[in-house]
């Protein structure tokens, strides 16, 4: 590994991993991996299949980034197209700026790919405002401390406008007028 004017780069070498850290307030990218600047992720098509500095992972992408209206949760979606039929660790982090680094570390969760494609779903407790970015690494069976880290995904803010399922919203069948019975 080498250390830039960014946080953390690898110019070479794959299995470099970074997992829970927190990188931030490093000038540029919080990862950086191969070329100087933030990788643009391969088509679904090829499966990720390209050679370089941690096999140039493919970032997640944040299809959104919602607070809760109701209650004191964000729900974030997340989406990795990447090698097909394999196990990824996505970690999620918060930062309070849009500098491509991740500050504060909000939880990970294991997914496989299916057609190399796989979406997950984090409730995590961050205020609107907030900017949230993800990774993935590739878990390798029996390898712990090995498995190549992607570059940390473009961030997005944390907007409001989730609103509970119908399934959960508990209301008296007496405030409707009903009768007396609540469920």
Excluded: C
């Excluded at 499966?47 to 500095?53: E, H, I, K, T, V």
């Amino acid at each position: 590994m080498l250390r830039r004017l960014g946080g953390t780069s690898t110019a070479g070498g794959v299995d470099n991993r970074f997992k829970e850290n927190s990188i931030s307030a490093n000038g540029g990218l919080g990862i950086d991996i191969g070329a100087a600047g933030q990788n643009t992720n391969d088509p679904l098509l090829n499966f990720d299949s390209d050679n370089g500095p941690n096999d140039l992972q493919n970032h997640p992408i944040i299809l959104a980034a919602e607070r809760n209206i109701v209650g004191s949760n964000t729900i974030i979606r997340v989406r990795l197209e990447s090698a097909a039929a394999a196990e990824f660790l996505i970690e999620l982090f918060e930062n309070g700026t849009n500098d491509g680094e991740g500050a504060v570390f909000l939880g990970s969760q294991s997914a496989t790919t299916s057609g190399g494609v796989v979406e997950r779903e984090f409730q995590v407790s961050t205020a609107v405002g907030q900017y949230v970015t993800a990774t993935a690494t590739e878990v390798i069976a029996g390898q712990a401390f090995k498995g190549s880290t992607s570059e940390f995904s473009p961030t997005v803010k944390v907007t409001t406008g989730v609103r509970p399922k119908v399934s959960d919203v508990k209301v008296k069948s007496s405030s409707l007028g009903l009768g007396s019975v609540d469920d």
